[in-house]
């Protein structure tokens, strides 16, 4: 099946940074989504981009699909941004099953 | 409304006990999912029902029965768990046929202890 593999595991921040998030996978996709999971553990959809560039706030994200990886841009972090970042992508050849990657546990200090 | 519902929030079933779980969504998604998440992974794929047809088992023991009663609901018949099985079980729903979109929509999740 499709590999998914997420960079950095973990990052911690001061209040205000900016950071970048990777997803590289390993077939080509027809979906690809980036979630945050809070404490709660809520997925919370922050985008879906199978390929192009989005915006939402101080957030956004590019995926190449052609390249097979997809970043997601942090900036001007706030506490609240802390938590678990996960992209989950469905290849081509397995239509309808999601795989998600690892993860990375962003921690932002006030 | 890119809701969906799960219930109960929390359960704690003994070995023996038999218990469900219920998930809910009215936005339309023709394709719901069960996921298991243990403390520190990611989630992963148990069962997929599309169009309420069982399409994907990612075999999953026995002990775990899925159900797809209607195109908004679907369950989760647990029966003679494992400790092990203790975990976060995640619902979602996706594919919204006439637009392409197959953006995926996750409920807050039932959190279960097996005891």
Same mark, same amino acid.
């Given at each position: @099946?499709?590999?998914?593999?997420?960079? /950095? %595991?973990?990052?911690?921040?001061?209040? @205000? *940074?900016?950071?970048?998030?990777?997803?590289? +996978?390993?077939?080509?996709?027809? #979906?690809?989504?980036? +979630?945050?999971?809070?404490?709660?553990?809520?997925?919370?959809?922050?985008?879906?981009? %199978?390929?192009?560039?989005?915006?939402?706030?101080?957030?956004? $994200?590019?995926?190449? *699909?052609?390249?097979?990886? =997809?970043?997601?841009?942090?900036? =001007?972090?706030? &506490? &609240?941004?802390? @938590?678990?970042?996960?992209?989950?992508?469905?290849?081509?050849?397995?239509?309808?099953?999601?795989?998600?990657?690892?993860?990375?546990?962003?921690?932002?200090? %006030? | 409304?890119?809701?969906? !519902?799960?219930?109960?929030?929390?359960?704690?079933?003994?070995?023996?006990?038999?218990?469900?779980?219920?998930?809910?969504?009215?936005?339309?998604?023709? $394709?719901?999912?069960?996921?298991?998440?243990?403390?520190?992974? /990611? /989630?992963?794929?148990?069962?997929?029902?599309?169009?309420?047809?069982? =399409?994907?088992?990612?075999?999953?023991?026995?002990?775990?029965? /899925?159900?797809?009663?209607?195109?908004?609901?679907? #369950?989760?018949?647990?029966? $003679?768990?494992?400790?092990?099985?203790? *975990?976060?079980?995640?619902?979602?729903?996706?594919?919204?046929?006439? !637009?392409?979109? !197959?953006?995926?929509?996750?409920?807050? @999740?039932?959190?279960? !202890?097996?005891?």
């Amino acid at each position: @099946g499709i590999q998914v593999e997420q960079s /950095p %595991p973990d990052l911690i921040l001061q209040e @205000g *940074a900016n950071s970048t998030l990777r997803c590289n +996978f390993s077939d080509s996709v027809n #979906n690809l989504q980036w +979630f945050h999971q809070n404490p709660w553990g809520q997925l919370i959809n922050l985008f879906y981009i %199978p390929s192009g560039t989005k915006q939402n706030g101080r957030l956004s $994200a590019t995926t190449v *699909a052609t390249e097979r990886y =997809s970043l997601l841009y942090i900036s =001007s972090s706030q &506490t &609240t941004d802390s @938590g678990v970042y996960f992209c989950a992508v469905e290849s081509i050849a397995n239509a309808g099953k999601s795989t998600f990657g690892d993860g990375t546990t962003l921690t932002v200090k %006030p | 409304d890119t809701e969906v !519902t799960q219930t109960p929030k929390h359960l704690v079933m003994g070995m023996t006990n038999k218990k469900s779980l219920k998930c809910e969504q009215h936005m339309g998604h023709r $394709a719901m999912y069960w996921y298991k998440q243990k403390a520190k992974k /990611p /989630p992963e794929l148990m069962f997929v029902y599309s169009y309420e047809k069982l =399409s994907i088992n990612e075999s999953v023991p026995s002990r775990f029965s /899925p159900e797809c009663p209607n195109s908004s609901l679907l #369950n989760l018949h647990l029966h $003679a768990l494992q400790p092990e099985d203790s *975990a976060l079980y995640l619902c979602a729903s996706s594919y919204l046929p006439g !637009t392409g979109s !197959t953006e995926a929509f996750f409920g807050q @999740g039932t959190r279960l !202890t097996v005891v």
